[in-house]
Nanobody
Framework: QVQFVESGGGLVEVGGSLRLSCAAS????????MGWYRRAPGKAREFLAR????????YYENPIKGRFTISRDNTENAVYLQMNALKPEDQDGYYC?????????WGQGTQVTVSS
């Protein structure tokens, strides 16, 4: 079955950086555009960014534009999110999935905590 395993979260100070990783399995990775999402407890999941299956044409939602960078490695079936200039409002659980999310494949996510 399709599975996504996120890692790389942690505690960081305001203005700091983290690099999140997502390992995908159970799908032909190179055929899928991939996305990053986040969700705070009790809130709806928020779409953040996507990247074309070729590794090009990244797209970012306004809250993260200019601070976060999405990338992928098709040889490793992995997608990454470089997070810079972190703000308190970035504190969330972060998840990856295909750009059109596979609802039964959400992983455990990785928690990002931003201290001020």
């Amino acid at each position: 079955q399709v599975q996504f395993v996120e890692s790389g979260g942690g505690l960081v100070e305001v203005g700091g950086s983290l690099r999140l990783s997502c390992a995908a399995s159970g799908l032909t990775f190179i055929r899928h555009n991939m996305g990053w999402y986040r969700r705070a407890p009790g809130k709806a999941r928020e779409f953040l960014a996507r990247i074309h299956r070729s590794g090009g044409n990244p797209y970012y939602e306004n809250p993260i534009k200019g601070r976060f960078t999405i990338s992928r490695d098709n040889t490793e079936n992995a997608v990454y999110l470089q997070m810079n200039a972190l703000k308190p409002e970035d504190q969330d659980g972060y998840y990856c999935n295909t750009n059109t999310p596979q609802q039964n494949a959400w992983g455990q996510g990785t928690q990002v905590t931003v201290s001020s």
